[in-house]
């Protein structure tokens, strides 16, 4: 019989946990390649206690970023892939399969503040007509 810290240990799967750091050194089925498919290929996800968008980048791959814009939080399930990257809704912040912010509409000029902001993202395969990531 496993006590309550064993059994936590071995079954919580979140960020920062045991089990989910071992999960996450694996590949992990994220979708069927058919919900890329089509005018819209963005798609929401939940894969080990996170919450993640996934949609084919411009050159086609898949690319699997975080859900919530670190702007305002705005749900980028609803974004739109365009200029090679998926674009929050909201205020127009440019996401690449990295993770990394290639625009933000709003700044001035020659700012560079979108070069320090990063979203979570995990490498994507695709595999058979399934994504793994």
Same mark, same amino acid.
């Given at each position: 019989?496993l ?5 936590? *240990?071995?079954?919580?799967?979140g960020?920062g946990?045991?089990?989910?750091g071992?999960? *996450? @050194?694996?590949w ?5 390649s ?5 005018d819209r290929?963005v /798609?929401?996800?939940?894969?080990? @206690? ?14 699997? !970023?975080?859900? /919530?814009?670190?702007? *305002?939080g705005? %749900? ?5 892939c365009? %200029? ?7 205020h127009?912040?440019?996401?690449s399969s %990295?993770?990394s912010?290639?625009?933000?509409p709003a700044?001035?000029? @020659? ?5 320090? !902001? *990063? ?7 695709e595999?058979?007509?399934m994504?793994?990531a």
């Open positions: 019989m006590s309550r810290e064993e059994n936590e *240990r071995l079954t919580r799967t960020r946990s045991p089990a989910g071992l999960l *996450r @050194g694996y992990q089925p994220a979708a069927l058919e919900e890329l498919n089509g290929p /798609a929401a996800v939940r894969l080990l @206690g996170e919450d993640l968008v996934l949609f084919r980048n411009g050159d086609g791959k898949p690319a699997l !970023i975080g859900r /919530a814009c670190p702007h *305002r705005v %749900d980028l399930a609803y974004g739109r365009e %200029d090679g990257g998926l674009r929050c809704p909201f127009g912040w440019l996401f %990295d993770g912010c290639l625009e933000q700044e001035p000029e @020659g700012s560079n503040f979108h070069t320090r !902001i *990063r979203q979570l993202s995990y490498p994507c395969v595999q058979n007509g994504v793994f």
